[in-house]
């Protein structure tokens, strides 16, 4: 384990699940001229709805696919049959959930496309993600992240084209992001049936027993609150915003805004998925020089990961400038400085949710994640009616602070934790960077570019005059 490996495997999760994200990114100069605020509210809303419906699709069952695979290298794949199954049998009912959803929040002046939204909507949660879902934790978990970024490289081409065609060609407006994300999840989808299939020799296993069934989704329905906290973080202020009267114009330069800065999300996730295997193999051992070198690995991350967060938000201005050809959106930048430096916490979270999700302490996880989704929906209803969009955006700060600190409060962690994190001295580094960089966002770029050129002097210093002590 080192550096080196979790920065090129952290970099090919950051570009291989995430590129459809990224095109979507390199696409907006183009795109955003032929879009309206008003297509921004009605894509944001309908996809607030939809993530609170996907967010249930595994059963909270992931962490099974991990453990399993590392608990029980001989027989996972007879574990792995029965969650292949269970998962598509569970799509069903999931899916004609969803249809009616879309059939009861889609506005009224956008009813003529209720079929094809629900048709693009839906066939991907049932024909698609379950294969998806175990073709690519397999490459996860094996560390081969190359295929993923050649499957989702593949598909993100293909999703540029249709962005093109859809929205600058045929001005389908928000109906274009609906069709590519179809394609996009269709295309990536066709690699992994021969992963499942061949490679791993997956098959449909119908033979559940009560026992089976009771052990593993006792395991797993704990979970899904945790999981389902990333739909009350993300997407339910945009519900709340919606209930409040606040005007789709309004919602769109939000949701323009937030999808912005919810993009340094890549950079968690991709953190996430190379170190997730990193920090079961040091937890494995069970001893107190690899739970400081596991410790390591989180400052290392944190760090880098603060750093990046205000580097990026200090640009923001720049950066909407020229992705943004539309004068009306432009103002969203500040909004996305603030979320940005708020993803920024995620290192600093996979502490304790290693540690207990190894344990299989999954019970634990909703007073994490769950209880941050729920203080965000409560912050939202209590700040937007005075403050509208930015009391979301200062709800979604505090609610995701939340969920990166509480788990080190937790008494099933503090037992079996023989190291201290330091929480206190993170959390502070982030509340005071993201009222710096807020302060300054507007100061000349000049000035810019010697406050960064410094911070990245200072951190690498710090980093090579430290390297041995943070070994891992």
């Known amino acids: 384990m080192s550096i080196k490996r979790l920065s090129f495997n952290s970099l090919v999760y950051a570009l291989g699940p995430q590129l459809p994200k990224i095109v979507s990114l390199i696409m907006l100069p183009i795109i955003t ?196 906290s990333i739909y009350l973080l993300d997407a339910s202020d945009r519900l709340i915003l919606s209930w409040y009267g606040v005007s789709l114009d309004d919602i769109g330069l939000y949701s323009l805004a937030y999808s912005l800065g919810g993009y340094f999300a890549i950079v968690g996730n991709a953190l996430s998925e190379a170190s997730g295997p990193m920090y079961m193999k040091l937890f494995r051992s069970e001893s107190l020089v690899d739970e400081i070198k596991a410790r390591n690995l989180t400052f290392v991350m944190q760090g880098g990961t603060l750093v990046l967060a205000f580097l990026v938000a200090l640009w923001m201005k720049e950066a909407f400038s020229l992705l943004i050809q539309n004068d009306s959106l432009e103002i969203g930048y500040m909004i996305t400085v603030i979320i940005i430096m708020s993803y920024s916490y995620r290192p600093i979270y996979f502490g304790p949710i290693s540690k207990l999700q190894y344990m299989l302490k999954t019970k634990e996880l909703w007073k994490i994640s769950f209880m941050a989704g729920v203080i965000n929906v409560i912050l939202n209803l209590i700040l937007v009616p005075f403050y509208g969009i930015w009391g979301s955006v200062l709800a979604t700060f505090l609610a995701l602070m939340f969920m990166g600190f509480r788990g080190y409060l937790l008494k099933s962690f503090r037992q079996n934790n023989p190291v201290h994190y330091y929480p206190l001295f993170w959390f502070l580094a982030i509340c005071v960077s993201t009222i710096l960089v807020f302060i300054i966002k507007d100061i000349h770029f000049i000035y810019k570019g010697i406050i960064t050129l410094m911070l990245l002097s200072v951190s690498l210093y710090y980093y090579f005059a430290n390297r041995l002590k943070l070994a891992f």
Request: glycine residues 4%.
């Open 33 to 228: 001229p032929h879009l309206t605020a008003r297509d921004y509210g009605v894509f944001g809303t309908l996809m607030a709805y939809t993530a609170a419906i996907t967010a249930l699709k595994d059963l909270g069952l992931t962490s099974v696919l991990s453990v399993s695979f590392y608990k029980y290298p001989n027989r996972y794949k007879f574990i792995w049959n029965k969650l292949l199954t269970l998962s598509t049998l569970w799509a069903i009912p999931l899916t004609f959930l969803l249809a009616f959803v879309i059939y009861l929040v889609l506005p009224k002046e956008e009813e003529q496309h209720y079929l094809m939204i629900t048709i693009l909507s839906c066939l991907p949660l049932i024909l698609f993600e379950p294969t998806k879902w175990l073709g690519r934790k397999y490459y996860q978990l094996i560390q081969k992240p190359i295929p993923i970024v050649t499957f989702n490289g593949i598909a993100a081409l293909a999703g540029i084209v249709s962005n093109y065609i859809t929205i600058v060609t045929l001005k389908m407006g928000y109906l274009g992001w609906f069709i590519s994300s179809f394609i996009i999840s269709f295309i990536s989808f066709l690699p992994y049936i021969w992963v499942v299939i061949r490679s791993i020799k997956l098959k449909f296993d119908f033979n559940f027993n009560q026992k089976w069934l009771k052990r593993y989704l006792a395991i797993g329905l704990p979970v899904l609150p945790h999981y389902y």
